[in-house]
């Protein structure tokens, strides 16, 4: 069975940055593409970004430049940095595992939060 488990969530200034991280289990983890996904409230989830079995990274126009995404096989483990937070990021961040051309595996989220 396969599991996400995010972590590294928080409350953080505008301008700050934060690092999130998720551990998966239960499936040969470097053979996907892995992504981030975001959700704030009222809105619909959105790609954040995400980054393939040979590392190609992809980003949402809103985040290119101050997002990174990044991943090390050797411990199962896909991360987000985030810098230049801005108000509008907030939201509850999800990991996926791709299956098949489509994510569909999901972590349990954790929220970030930037004030102003």
């Known amino acids: 069975q396969v599991q996400l488990v995010e972590s590294g969530g928080g409350l953080v200034q505008a301008g700050g940055s934060l690092s999130l991280s998720c551990a998966a289990s239960g499936r040969t983890f470097s053979m996907y593409t892995m992504g981030w996904f975001r959700q704030a409230p009222g809105k619909e989830r959105e790609l954040v970004a995400s980054i393939t079995s040979d590392d190609t990274t992809n980003y949402a126009r809103s985040v290119k430049g101050r997002f990174t995404i990044s991943r090390d096989n050797a411990k199962n483990t896909v991360y987000l940095r985030m810098n230049s937070l801005k108000p509008e990021d907030t939201a509850v961040y999800y990991c996926?595992?791709?299956?098949?051309?489509?994510?569909?595996?999901w972590g349990q989220g954790t929220q970030v939060t930037v004030s102003s």
């Open positions: 996926a595992s791709e299956l098949l051309g489509e994510f569909r595996y």
